[in-house]
């Protein structure tokens, strides 16, 4: 579960604030969808989450602990980050896997660490190249490795920019559905930005829909409405009906 409280935060102490009496609450297996134009403050909000900014006020609780008050390596036990753009080494995809085990060992890893690695590429079905050079993958089984890497983490909480930024549609696919069962089957909060809406509103429990660092509305995807898209991203949008689906429509980049 992740709460944030009456959180603010700016670069510098005479600078206007960039998130500003900022409040959500994510529970258990919930994907949360943080929406808005460029500039809201999304990463910004994503880097007091992750603690690469502190914020000035406010409170991060993370699975019932004060998040700010953590040594790095307790954050790194509840939190897991699956970034936009994924840099590895030159490893294996086990190897890959099993540096998200660094915050619970030694010197070195033990045969539990193995194990969990073994099963989490299992559960994302890429055991079969666990030897491969993670380089040699093509983007889509790289972003699973990554979201494997973090759940090795075995966090609590789960953030993604823009997970399917730079992927195809059957890729986009692969990892929106491999984010929606990790959080069904492992009770894993999920915080992510998307700019494809519909996607994000296939994917989303709750919507945080920022303007201007302020999260205006917190809903879930039946209170979403058109109205509050129009106003966060200032373009006319339409939400529609499809069978049993709605689908935005509208003049959003």
């Known amino acids: 579960m992740l709460e944030i409280k009456n959180l603010f935060f700016r670069y510098k102490k005479k600078d206007p604030f960039v998130l500003k009496d900022l409040s959500l609450k ?10 808005g134009r460029n500039g ?30 953590l ?41 539990d660490d193995e194990k969990i690695v073994d099963e989490v590429l299992r559960k994302l079905k890429i055991d079969d190249f666990a030897e491969r050079d993670v380089n040699e993958l093509s983007g889509g089984e790289k972003q699973k490795v990554a979201i494997a890497r973090a759940l ?19 890729n986009e696919q692969i990892i929106a559905e491999e984010i929606k069962k990790l959080s069904r089957n492992s009770k894993v909060s999920v915080l992510t930005s998307l700019h494809d809406l519909n996607m994000a509103l296939s994917l989303g429990d709750r919507f945080f ?45």
């Open 26 to 35: 994510l529970g258990p297996g919930e994907v949360g969808m943080v929406l």
């Open 40 to 69: 809201a403050g999304k990463t910004t909000l994503f880097k007091t989450i992750l603690g690469i900014e502190k914020p000035e006020m406010g409170e991060i609780i993370c699975d019932g602990k004060d998040f700010l008050k």
């Open 71 to 111: 040594s790095p390596a307790k954050k790194a036990g509840l939190v897991a980050y699956v970034p936009q753009n994924i840099e590895f080494g030159s490893l294996t995809v086990f190897d890959t896997v099993l540096t998200g085990r660094i915050p619970y060992f030694g010197l070195r890893e033990t045969a």
């Open 152 to 170: 090795a983490q075995n966090p609590k909480l789960m953030v993604f920019d823009e997970p399917t930024g730079n992927l195809d549609i059957g």
């Open 209 to 253: 829909l920022m303007k201007d660092g302020v999260i205006k509305y917190s809903v879930t995807k039946d209170e979403l409405t058109q109205e509050m898209l129009c106003d966060i991203y200032d373009a006319e949008v339409r939400i529609l009906n499809v069978g049993n689906e709605k689908v935005i429509m509208g003049g959003l980049q």
